[in-house]
């Protein structure tokens, strides 16, 4: 059987980037059939006279690698089937083949990506989407884990760097990167035959210490006094529902802001708060101060029922299903912090109020007071200290530099 295998670029099948995908053209006897490499490029970049990639194409070598292996395995089949003296039609040759097609590095994105939604992880998913769109932005994902190497890596960060990102924008990126590489490596999608391009890329380099973002106590005790109606000429009721959240988690070692929305009646007994953080899993049990439980009589009501969140946020009836509640809780914390920042000015504090100023001012204060670290630690629901060192960033360098005056 007489069989002629041709590599082909289907401008037939544009996509809507106007990309147009490599597949190999199969005859014989006038007969032929084609299937998808499951690579795309521009058509410009393809020598129809020779059939192949023009000079100068980026990953060239790694494209041409991909269709080379995919020719070989064609003719490994139809060598069996002669050895074997097998009747065998292009049909039985294409369909094998398909079965064997390589995935591509969107495709298998795309399906983490769902395996994530499933399991309801929101925002994990919008860091993993947001990986995937600028991996989109930056160059077309229809092409093969092995184009994947250093250079890709290295050409990809100085992109990032041009849009402007932080330094921790871009090892979130990268961190969402090598998960779903490694996943499809762990799954045998594809070989590496070295080590991988994030065993030379080292994504831990490109982490920086965040600014601390905590202000002072006498910033508490300020904000607590202001008379916001003096802020506006109208002032909106947002404005004491912001206040209220910030000094809420203030009072309540740094509960964050899903929690907050998350929060029922049922969870509040006998002057104490006991609630599951969402992030961790972990338990936790709050004594409420008073200026904390004045807050929840403002917001409490005796015909509420255990289940009814105690906070305006979240509707039982209205916000079921996780993503509900997940985009609900993005648009009020935005309008919370917005108004946090407007209020923050109005206080010049130096730091811009949000609601993760409050966890932060909780921890930093309880330093400040001596404290032990390990204690701050667990009331954050910390598994390392060096996370909560995070939030305490150079507070032991301003008691080094107060103590060095006593030399005076």
Known sequence: MDIHITTICRKDKLNKRNEAPLALKVSHNNQSKKVSLGIMINPTDWDEIHGTLKEGVYHREQILFVIESAIQKLKQKILTYQIQEKDFT??????????????????????????????????????????????????????PFTAIDINFLEDFETHLRSKGLSDNSIATIFSCFRCVYLSALDKKLFT???????????????????????????????????????????????????????????????????????????EIDNGYLYYTRHKTKKHFTIKLLPEALSILNKYTSPNMELEDYVFPILQRDIHVTALQQHNRILKVRKKINDNLKFIGQALQTRLKLTTYVARHTFASVLRKS???????????????????????????????????????
């Open 90 to 143: 292009l049909d039985d040759l294409i369909e094998s083949n398909k079965k064997q097609k390589a995935i591509t590095v969107e495709n298998y994105f795309t399906q983490y990506n769902e395996r994530i939604k499933t399991q309801n992880r929101l925002n994990t998913l919008n860091k993993y989407e947001y990986c995937l769109s600028s991996l989109t932005k930056f160059h077309s994902m229809n092409i």
């Open 192 to 266: 590496c035959e070295e080590n991988t391009p994030f065993s030379k890329f080292q994504v831990g380099k490109l982490w920086t210490p965040t600014q601390k973002r905590a202000i002072q106590k006498t910033d508490i005790q300020r904000l607590k006094e202001l008379d916001l109606s003096s802020l506006s000429k109208y002032p909106t009721p947002y404005l004491e529902f912001a206040r209220d959240i910030f000094l809420f988690s203030y009072y309540t070692a740094g509960i964050n802001f899903k929690d907050i929305a998350t929060l029922t009646l049922g």
């Open 370 to 408: 001596g404290v032990d670290i390990g204690i701050i630690s667990e009331s954050l629901g910390h598994s390392k200290l060096s996370t909560t060192q995070i939030y305490l960033d150079n507070f032991e360098k301003e008691e080094v530099d107060a103590a060095m005056q006593n030399l005076l």
